[in-house]
């Protein structure tokens, strides 16, 4: 049924179940552990930082509010949907800044999570409740269910119980879906109206205005973690202060740029105002080689910029191409984790060469447990494969693919380029484990 009291009675039930957990919790032995949990957190939210943190937000936020007054899309029917929005949305990105800085991506993704269809679907399944009696019943009999699919999940246990609670699941969503798509064509004038519109516009709006802030504390963040790692490579305090007003001049709201010299001046020379100016010469120098690659003669090698990225849609993608401790540059991936146990086996991808030409691409597998054996086989033999077709320019010959499927280690020579096959046995015979490596490399280098 439609309600228009301040909570309906899906919230109702969950906020009784709450109280009712709570009280549970509370004479259980183990209450002195979670007053000391407790207090330990309120230690947190009394952080100063936290606390102006969440002072800005709020005052941000306000101003949200009265913005979408003015232009009537707010009134106070909709102080339930702004309470729950600040709570799941604003407050929790306080604990979701690390992920924002490492995911580039993350503040597009935010807004567009709330077009989705999915979004329509729960605010349509949560307009229509059931009775409040019905409501105690069903939900925590749902939520008893996600928690054995969740713990099933958890232990990588594909049994039948797990997919019969799964089925059980999905039956009751679509049995929710079916009765709020019967409610809304059976009474539309119910909800198609002002207040049912402001609740769904209302959380989309307030996303999509909170990301300046959002981006303005990631931002400010992200400078005073990297003030704190310039004093480590820079002594001298008055150069300190150069480079702190010189980095935010030039990288302003770039921070990944920011990072990326940050993390290169431990080879730099930070001694003077020369070496200060040239280093962040040279990262600008980098990132319009990587933004306009050029073209590298075939007889040399390949260009860094590009044949770093050719793994990247197969889960190797490398970092920056960049000059390491000794004179070579390089790149390489992360590992790719092969198999479902302790100590995986897993492949990564490495370039070395010259500042503006790749001389050796590597493709190592780590085999470390037996059970992988013929599923890290094949994975390394797609990828080199792959590999091959770009870097060679030219289609994978039968004995490629047999040799990395058998681990039989071989080399041959094809046009300008040593194409290797490496077997290395592991020194610790506990797991029988080994490193298999394709290794393309050029002739003269």
């Known amino acids: 049924m439609v309600e228009n009291q301040i909570l309906n009675n899906r919230e109702i039930s969950i906020i009784v179940w709450g109280f009712i957990i709570v009280l549970i919790l509370l004479v259980q032995p183990q209450t002195k552990k979670m007053k000391t949990s407790f207090k330990n957190l309120l230690k947190i939210f009394l952080n100063s930082k936290l606390q102006i943190f969440l002072a800005l937000m709020l005052l ?50 935010i807004v567009f999570d709330n077009f989705k269809f999915i979004a329509l679907v729960q605010f349509v399944v949560d307009f229509y409740t059931f ?44 049995a929710l879906l079916s009765y709020a798509i019967f409610k809304v064509t059976s009474l539309p004038n119910e909800f198609l109206n002002k207040n049912t519109g402001l609740d769904f516009v209302v959380p989309i709006l307030l996303t ?9 504390m990631v931002v400010t963040s992200s400078y005073e973690n990297f003030f704190i790692t310039l004093g480590t490579y820079i002594k001298n305090k008055r150069k300190r202060v150069f480079a702190k007003i010189i980095a935010v001049i030039v990288f302003n709201v770039r921070i990944n740029l920011f990072q990326r010299w940050i993390n290169s001046l431990y080879q730099e020379n930070t001694d003077s105002y020369k070496g200060l100016i040239l280093s962040l010469k040279k990262i600008f120098k980098m990132r319009r080689a990587e933004r306009n ?4 003669n075939p007889r040399k090698g390949w260009s860094p910029y590009i044949i770093k990225d050719v793994l990247r849609n197969q889960g190797l993608g490398t970092g920056y191409y960049k000059e ?14 092969i198999g479902n146990g302790f100590l995986n086996s897993n492949i990564s ?7 503006t030409t790749a001389k050796r691409l590597k493709l190592a597998l780590n085999v470390n447990r037996l059970e992988d054996l013929q599923e890290a086989h094949e994975v390394l033999c797609k990828l080199g494969k792959i590999l091959f077709w770009y870097a ?6 039968i004995w490629l693919e047999k040799s990395l499927l058998s681990g039989k280690g071989m080399e041959r020579n094809i046009d300008f380029y040593r194409v290797s096959i490496i077997k ?16 393309l490399s050029v002739l003269d280098s």
Not at 137 to 164: A, C, L, Q, T
Not at 293 to 296: G, M, S
């Open 60 to 109: 941000y936020n306000l101003a949200i509010v009265y913005l979408l007054v003015k232009v009537n899309l707010w009134d106070f029917s909709q102080i339930k949907n702004t309470f729950i929005w600040f709570v799941s949305v604003a407050f929790l990105s306080q604990f979701q800044m690390n992920a924002i800085k490492k995911d580039g991506n993350y503040l597009k993704r």
């Open 131 to 174: 009775s409040l009696i019905t409501e105690l019943i069903i939900i925590p009999v749902m939520v008893f269910i996600g928690v054995i699919v969740v713990f099933y999940e958890h232990r990588n246990k594909d049994s039948k119980v797990k997919n019969f609670l799964e089925g059980v699941l999905s039956l009751f969503g679509l």
């Open 208 to 216: 999509i205005l909170f990301i300046p802030f959002l981006f303005f």
């Open 293 to 296: 690659p050029k073209l590298v």
């Open 324 to 337: 390491s401790s000794y004179e070579d540059w390089y790149s390489c991936s992360d590992y790719l984790e």
């Open 349 to 355: 991808y490495y370039i070395t060469g010259k500042e």
């Open 392 to 397: 060679l320019k030219r289609k994978p010959p």
């Open 424 to 439: 290395e046995d592991y020194l610790n015979k506990t797991f029988n484990g080994y490193e298999l490596s394709l290794i």
